[in-house]
């Protein structure tokens, strides 16, 4: 969503908080490109992008995507950011 939204919606870390007095409930989802490889791009939505809000990220294709994001490990950095135009 941070992606496409040029960053007006912001991607946040996963965090649990406990709470003792109930029981925790998780909900996994899982979507998968590696049955239907697509050459869609994704990038910034062009309606969001003008001379004052230019493109913060470039496009990528979701394989590239996945590709990083697996290859990066688990350093606390996002992996959007190697998607990050320079200024």
């Known amino acids: 969503m941070q992606l496409i939204s040029n ?6 870390e996963h965090r649990v908080l406990v709470n003792h007095r109930e029981p925790r409930v998780s909900v996994a989802s899982f979507f998968t490109h590696d049955h239907y490889p697509s ?5 910034p939505i ?11 990220y470039r496009e990528t294709l979701l394989q590239d995507f996945n ?7 688990l ?12 200024r």
């Open 7 to 12: 960053n007006k919606f912001k991607s946040v």
């Open 67 to 73: 590709a990083h994001f697996y290859s990066k490990g």
């Open 39 to 43: 050459t869609r791009m994704y990038g």
């Open 46 to 56: 062009k309606e969001l992008l003008s001379a004052n809000n230019p493109p913060v």
């Open 75 to 86: 350093d606390g950095n996002p992996a959007l950011n190697h998607f990050k135009l320079r």
